[in-house]
């Protein structure tokens, strides 16, 4: 039953890492369960305050990821309208594959900022934070996954 564990626990980890990218798949929580598995072995025992440790940090990455495009948005000038359109934009960009979830803040926040009659400099300044945003998210998730990796693998060396 370990090694079966062990296995899963290393697919969900290297699915979490390209869950970080890939907007369908939840990559830190992904991760988290592979560490679960780790945990549910024989092998491997770490403590609660650990395991509670990196949910706390599981919880806090995704919902970071959530809000840091609409803070960047505001960040970099954007109005309430330009975060509404990010929000949108990011909503929408969902069901557009990586490229929807990349550009779809982005593009939202900039449509946004146009129709509440802002300049297209002040747009495309809101829209950026948007896409910074984004990419502040992803290296975000990817250090986390790869910190539960490693743990994962030190823990079976």
Avoid at 125 to 130: E, F, P
Wanted: aromatic share 10%; hydrophobic share 55%; glycine share 14%.
């Amino acid at each position: 039953m370990d090694i079966f564990l062990i296995i899963v626990g290393a697919i969900c980890l290297i699915v979490g890492i390209v869950g970080c990218i890939v907007p369908a798949l939840p990559g830190v929580p992904l991760s988290y369960v592979g560490l679960l598995c780790l945990q549910l072995t024989d092998r491997v025992q770490f403590t609660w305050q650990f395991m509670l440790i990196w949910l706390a940090v599981t919880i806090a990455v995704q919902l970071l990821d959530t809000f840091i495009p609409i803070w960047g948005t505001k960040r970099m000038g954007g109005s309430k309208a330009g975060t509404w359109g990010a929000t949108i934009g990011l909503v929408v960009g969902l069901f557009l594959g990586i490229w929807g979830v990349i550009l779809g803040p982005f593009v939202g926040a900039v449509i946004a900022e146009l129709i509440a009659g802002k300049k297209t400099g002040t747009a495309l300044k809101a829209g950026l934070g948007s896409f910074v945003g984004i990419l502040t998210g992803t290296v975000l998730k990817l250090i986390c996954c790869g910190m539960m990796t490693y743990y994962f693998i030190a823990a079976l060396t």
